[in-house]
């Protein structure tokens, strides 16, 4: 178990609707990450935030965004979504935004099927 | 911004031999790289990382190796075992900057035939 907690593990959604994906990091890890892994793909990265800030953007489609809430947890909201949006989304955390990182742990993961 | 290219996609070996995985990265200013393991299902995992100060880190039957001036670095993993099939993905970084994502390569799925 890494620490880092997502929920819900399996969502399934029809094309057209708004989905949230929940990230709990590791206790005292101000940083959140965000990946997309779609079938076949490497991790692609989202967006990063530290400490209630957005700290970092990556291949984020404007019809998704994100936050990171007081106590550090952190929401992945995914709209208008699309069947090419399938895929499983992994929320990584780590102790720093980049001054003295240690390694990023990585949740289970949240597998999004679009119908 | 950076960007991690990993070679081969995949790869078979016996078990008792060894296996090299390759990246290459583009951003001379990266310098944190982690290797993880994913096996199907499952969480990626790191297996072992390496800072730019070192060129080389070996823990039991995996090392890194870097370098700095190609920009490449390699995983080895030697005497292999069945339990080593996964796919491993290397990833670059710049820690100690203001962002600390990591930009990951493509993975290779390694298969270890007993």
């Known amino acids: 178990d890494s620490g880092v907690t997502q929920t819900p593990k399996h969502l399934i959604t029809a094309t057209g609707q708004r989905v949230t994906l929940r990230c709990s990091p590791r206790?005292?890890?101000?940083?959140v990450y965000w990946y997309q892994q779609s079938l076949d793909q490497g991790l692609q990265f989202l967006i990063q935030?530290?400490?209630?800030?957005?700290?970092a953007k990556g291949n984020i489609l404007e019809r998704f965004s994100a936050q990171q809430f007081p106590d550090l947890h952190s929401e992945l909201n995914l709209s208008s979504l699309e069947l090419g949006d399938s895929a499983l989304y992994f929320c990584?955390?780590?102790?720093?935004?980049?001054?003295?990182?240690?390694?990023?742990?990585f949740g289970q993961g949240t597998r999004l099927t679009v119908v | 911004g950076e960007n991690v290219e990993q070679h081969p996609s995949t790869l078979s070996v016996q078990e008792g031999d060894s296996a090299v995985i390759k990246c290459t990265y583009s951003?001379?200013?990266?310098?944190?790289f982690p290797w993880y393991k994913q096996e199907l299902g499952k969480r990626p995992q790191l297996i072992i990382d390496?800072?730019?100060?070192?060129g080389e880190k070996k823990d039991q039957r995996i090392a890194v190796t870097l370098n700095k001036t190609a920009k490449h670095f390699s995983l080895h993993i030697t005497e292999t075992q069945p339990e080593d099939s996964a796919v491993y993905f290397c990833?670059?970084?710049?820690?100690?900057?203001?962002?600390?994502?990591?930009?990951f390569g493509k993975g290779t799925k390694l298969s270890v035939k007993p």
């Open positions: 990584a955390s780590s102790v720093g935004g980049g001054v003295s990182d240690t390694e990023a742990f």
């Open positions: 206790s005292g890890d101000l940083s």
């Open positions: 935030y530290y400490n209630g800030e957005e700290r």
């Open positions: 951003d001379s200013a990266s310098n944190y």
């Open positions: 390496i800072r730019s100060n070192v």
């Open positions: 990833a670059a970084s710049k820690k100690g900057g203001s962002q600390g994502n990591l930009i």
